[in-house]
């Protein structure tokens, strides 16, 4: 995959390539996605020690991290053909019930215990298994989710919006639209489009 800056007039109204970030053909469909400013780091610090505690600390992980929502920025609109945007949206899916089905599990199982802590042992045993499978479930679900997300980041500018996760085929288009508008307009070219952008995978 591959990243590219984009104008953020042109990002923000939706004047990119006729082309789907994801598989490069041609389409007229968009997608829209929000795209914080830029503040350096966006790793989850200290939540990270959460992976030590085992099945629930990682479905706590991932509930963290999908309901972090940036504040500020803007929303862009990329192109995105109708068979992409169905993939996004079927793991999005799949990923949001896996982490309400770990909370509910858990909620579950915490009742069992506050009502009679000695009572049912074995069905909090399995409740414990299913938490465990559960948690798995979406730690895979999110993982499966990460390929398909196509994340924009707003530079300091605020002139620039880094797309990142893209195909090669849209980047590529993106960089040449990018370069000729600053050619017009007779604006330098940030770092991020200064060279073709390379594909990694």
Do not use: K, Y
């Not at 199982?109 to 465990?132: C, F, H, K, N, Q």
């Not at 980047?171 to 940030?190: D, G, I, L, N």
């Amino acid at each position: 995959m591959a990243e590219v800056a984009v104008f953020a007039e042109d990002a923000v109204t939706g004047c990119l390539p006729g082309i789907c970030v994801r598989e490069g053909i041609p389409t007229g469909d968009q997608l829209a996605v929000r795209a914080p400013p830029h503040v350096g780091s966006s790793r989850l610090g200290l939540a990270w020690l959460l992976i030590l505690l085992g099945p629930v600390g990682w479905a706590a992980l991932v509930v963290i991290a999908l309901a972090r929502r940036p504040r500020g920025g803007i929303v862009v609109q990329i192109p995105c053909s109708p068979a992409a945007r169905r993939r996004l949206v079927r793991t999005r899916r799949v990923a949001r019930a896996s982490v309400v089905t770990v909370v509910g599990l858990m909620a579950l199982e915490i009742l069992l215990l506050l009502v009679d802590p000695g009572w049912g042992t074995a069905a909090s045993t399995l409740l414990v298994v299913a938490i465990a499978l559960a948690a798995g479930a979406t730690v895979v679900s999110a993982l499966q989710l990460v390929p398909l997300e196509v994340r924009a980041r707003l530079d300091a500018s605020r002139r620039w919006v880094v797309l990142a996760n893209v195909g090669p085929t849209f980047a590529f288009a993106a960089w040449e639209q990018s370069r000729t508008h600053a050619a017009t307009a007779t604006e330098a070219v940030p770092p991020d489009v200064a060279a073709v952008p390379s594909a990694a995978g």
